[in-house]
């Protein structure tokens, strides 16, 4: 592109419309954070929020990999075991996102929410993007009317002893809460898909006038973006690698008619090296990933496939489904490419859901469904205002802004419910959920010891799994998903701390694990006295929550 053309581009952008997009992402994004917001406001004194927005264990895993990167790590490695080597090269957005923030002074649960934010805010901006390329001979008006619904659709509800129940199933997008999910390489995946069907749309929008060159060129870019989400978000990959696929056969299929063999070899050059590519590539990650002890639990995931029946996927789509079948018949009037391209996307993801591929990946089908799927859902809803507007000779201004308001008010009890339960959910509010300032601050001497050697905890509290955050070092038991062995650790190190073990063994212990620090907080129910029975333990650090002891 020249710079000629870059400029007249520039000059085309309507500024009070970006300010509107920008605004409305912006206020999405703070949406997405709201609840750790208030989270934080009620903060005991005394104590240190953890932050806990999302799966606490969870959060705690993933921040711990923004936490190396902070440290200066490159690569993420396992620090929940002493005995595994691991290194996980699939968390390197993790990686990415501590190296960002690794010359300030910001905690890692805190940059954990920065980075969901801020994703949050580019994956809105995308999908306005899109909705405003999707049903472009709309007014701008009604583009945020189908942008609203799509950010707020939620499934049917009824009221049951006085309380909000709605139609739902495990792992899905109901609501606003769920759609944008706080998992950083989540909203990240959905960055990178949507850049992707953008880039495929606009590819075949200008097709006829593409040279075999720049086939090549934007089979490369795309094969790119293909390759890096398989490396952190592979099962939406798949999803998004047989949308391409459904999106190509079909133009081929047209060319094929028309005899055009030189647009069919193009598309075939297309979609051979996309495939080929990042088909090996898919099959070297999995290799890589299934030396890992992680990748054990993929396989489990399996059993848990459920094929949602017809009427459940009516009550959990919601009112707005009302509106499909009379939107569809505009949306496929002009079927232009990236309107294809995402009704391929859709399409993929429910081929996927309903076929055998989760029990070949190692995985449930669930993970097949995406949450892109409501943009379809609010930009053919709101055309299928318009169509009732112009079916009943109304005011198209005025039905769509009356049906889009009774929609959203419609919406409000389920969003409402959902993000009650952001805020008392026990998942979310665990028992460290605010953790006394104590505890932190002998986490952070021991970071501060020039000594190597790993870290010893009770299994009580899961605190092993936050440790690695402030030392910097690897400890000997954490979570059942994050340690090897964990149930064997964890009755190990009970009987270290409960005194069950002889001198002898206890110093064997120690030393087989290269554990350099053993800590004991006031919130672990642990007597404090048996540690100090152990000859080779010294007192290094004290305060009213924690104490730490020295291997000597």
């Given amino acids: 592109m020249n ?36 989270g934080y406001a009620k903060t005991p004194p005394g104590t240190t929020y953890m932050w806990t927005g999302h799966y606490y264990l969870d959060l705690f895993y993933y921040v711990v990999f923004i936490a190396q990167g902070q440290h200066g790590h490159w690569v993420a490695f396992q620090q929940f075991a002493t005995d595994d080597p691991s290194r996980y090269y699939h968390w390197f957005p993790y990686i990415l996102i501590g190296q960002v923030f690794r010359f300030f002074s910001i905690s890692p649960f805190i940059v954990y929410w920065i980075a969901v934010f801020l994703l949050s805010f580019v994956v809105s901006f995308l999908i306005l993007v899109v909705i405003t390329k999707l049903i472009e001979e709309q007014a701008f008006p009604f583009q945020i009317a ?9 499934p049917f509800f009824f009221i049951s002893s006085g309380e909000i129940q709605y139609y739902d199933y495990w792992f899905s997008y109901s609501s606003f809460f769920r759609r ?12 990178v898909i949507l850049v992707s069907l953008l880039f495929l749309s606009r590819y075949l929008k200008l097709f006829k006038n593409r040279s075999f060159f720049n086939t090549l060129k934007n089979s490369f870019v795309i094969t790119g973006l293909i390759v890096l989400l398989l490396g952190f978000y592979p099962f939406q990959a798949v999803v998004l690698l047989g949308g391409m696929a459904l999106s190509v056969t079909y133009y081929g299929a047209c060319f094929m008619r028309r005899r055009d063999w030189m647009s069919v070899t193009k598309l075939l050059t297309f979609i051979f090296i996309i495939g080929a590519i990042s088909f090996s590539a898919g099959l070297f990650f999995k290799s890589l990933y299934s030396e890992t002890f992680t990748a054990g639990f993929k396989e489990t995931e399996s059993r848990f496939h459920y094929l949602l029946s017809l009427k459940e996927i009516i009550l959990t789509t919601g009112p707005l489904i009302l509106l499909l079948p009379l939107g569809f018949f505009s949306y496929s009037k002009e079927m232009k490419p990236i309107r294809l391209v995402f009704l391929a996307f859709l399409l993929s993801s429910y081929l996927l859901f309903y076929s055998p591929a989760d029990a070949i990946i190692g995985t449930h089908n669930r993970r097949f469904i995406s949450p892109l799927q409501y943009v379809l859902v609010g930009a053919i809803g709101l055309l299928g205002i318009v169509y009732l507007a112009k079916r009943f000779s109304l005011s198209a201004k005025k039905t769509v802004l009356i049906i889009t308001v009774g929609f959203i008010l419609y919406f409000i009890p389920v969003n409402y ?15 460290i959920t605010y953790l006394p300032s104590g505890i932190i601050d002998a986490m952070k001497f021991v970071r501060s010891r020039q000594d190597s050697g790993n870290v010893l905890m009770t299994p009580s509290q899961f605190l092993g799994t936050i440790i690695p955050v402030y030392t910097d070092r690897k400890t000997y038991v954490a979570r059942h998903i994050a340690t090897p062995n964990y149930l064997e650790k964890n009755i190990k190190a009970s009987n270290f701390y409960l005194g069950a073990m002889s001198k002898n063994e206890a110093k064997s212990f120690l030393t087989e694990n290269n554990i350099r620090f053993v800590i004991l907080t ?25 104490v730490v002891f020295e291997v000597r």
């Avoid at 944008?180 to 960055?191: A, D, W």
Wanted: include cysteine; charge should be positive.
């Fill in 3 to 38: 710079v000629t053309n870059y400029i007249a581009r520039v000059k085309k952008i309507n500024i009070n419309k970006a300010v509107v997009l920008l605004s409305l992402s912006f206020i999405v994004a703070c949406f997405s954070i709201l609840h750790v917001i208030l």
């Fill in 146 to 154: 189908a942008f609203l619904l799509t950010l707020f659709a939620t």
């Fill in 180 to 191: 944008f999910e706080p998992i950083p390489h989540h909203l990240l995946g959905i960055i």
């Fill in 417 to 431: 419910q959902a993000f009650r339960v952001l805020l008392t959910d026990k998942n979310l509010n665990s028992p």
């Fill in 522 to 546: 006031t919130i672990e129910g642990y007597d404090v006295h048996v540690l100090f029975t152990y000859p080779f333990l010294e007192r290094v650090y004290k305060n009213n929550d924690a």
